[in-house]
């Protein structure tokens, strides 16, 4: 599966975890129910810019306007049921199998594994001129983040300063 993005991507990455496989599928879940939205409303527009619709009824439309209230309603339910539930999902706390703190400066990251003592660090980016050629470039650093597969990290992020980005993507 990939993991790095590239320009021709329109979507999210592959996903790496179960959570974030939830957080795409919800993703598409909004999206579909905005463009049933934006098509219908579009659509509407257009057809009252091309025909005159004359009601002599028009000041009495209470059914219309309970439809037009109720419709949104329950359309914002269909969005908000799987959003809670989704929130629940990543507000599960798990025993993590270690803690990692990150610490954003204005130009590095210091991290720390809380875990151990006197574990910590500072990650700084290679310039692109003294990058290898098989180096990412303005993404990798002289200090990399040794981390353990299968197995729950939790990653406390704050700033000692500004941060200015901080991602694992496929999380």
Same mark, same amino acid.
């Given at each position: ?54 009601? #002599? ?52 990251? $210091? ?25 990412? #470039? ?26 200015? $980005? ?6």
């Amino acid at each position: 599966s990939k993991l790095m993005s590239t320009w021709a991507n329109l979507g999210l990455q592959d996903s790496a975890s179960p959570l974030m496989e939830q957080l795409i599928f919800f993703h598409d879940h909004a999206l579909l129910i905005l463009v049933m939205i934006t098509v219908l409303v579009g659509y509407l527009m257009i057809m009252l810019f091309f025909n005159s619709y004359v009601n #002599r009824f028009l000041l009495h439309g209470q059914l219309i306007e309970m439809i037009w209230t109720i419709l949104p309603a329950i359309i914002l339910l269909f969005i908000a049921m799987p959003s809670l539930r989704l929130l629940y999902l990543l507000d599960e706390i798990n025993e993590p199998s270690i803690t990692l703190k990150s610490i954003g400066h204005q130009w590095y990251w $210091s991290y720390e594994y809380s875990d151990f003592n006197d574990i910590e660090f500072d990650s700084y980016m290679i310039p692109t001129n003294e990058l290898s050629n098989d180096g990412f #470039r303005l993404l990798d650093v002289d200090n990399r983040i040794v981390l353990p597969m299968n197995s729950q990290i939790r990653i406390l992020v704050t700033a000692a300063d500004v941060i200015h $980005s901080w991602t694992i993507p496929a999380l």
